[in-house]
């Protein structure tokens, strides 16, 4: 992936601040064959490539090839890189990171996570969908609410509500353009 990633992007540095982006690849790479071989196991995924690998099959190059490049067209299209930490207000990043508690402590949040991943599949999004599909999940829970307490929050939401009242915004990302995701560049690590 690396070497595909350095022949499209020349200032690619994949030991660098760039090392992410491989990740982020991989991680869409592994979801989007999970969806469409209709596997529910993920971890069996890399031994199935490693096996194509192996074979050195030119079918397998040339897909990933062409899914590779459909991938960086998604990058530039929904991911915004920023330098520097944007000026959000307190009070709605206190409301983000209480619907992001909400949602790991809820009960079936993997599933839910999970149908909304292949929804987006499905719909045409391969990058960065775990990071939409979170996104979509945490903004929902905010519209649902969670004002008072975590506990009583939690009881009332139900995932299959919350992926219903999402399935039409799934469907519509897919025709929409613009940035859904923002990742911020943390440099000077070392």
Known sequence: MSRELNARIPQFHPYGLDYDMISFVYRD?????????????????????EGYIEEDSEELNVFLS?????????????????????????????????????FRKMDHSTELKDALIRRLINHGEICMTEQIAENLIVEEIGRFGPRADEGKEIANLNPVEILNSLMPRTYRLAKEKGPLVYLRLKTGAF
């Open 29 to 49: 790479l592994i979801n989007w064959f999970r969806v469409k071989w209709n596997i529910e196991d993920s971890y069996s995924i890399p031994s199935m490539l």
């Open 66 to 102: 062409l899914w590779l490049d459909s991938w960086l067209e998604k990058w530039r299209e929904r991911v915004r890189i920023l330098h520097k930490k944007p000026q959000v207000p307190e009070s709605r990043l206190e409301q983000a990171n209480k619907c992001m508690r909400i």
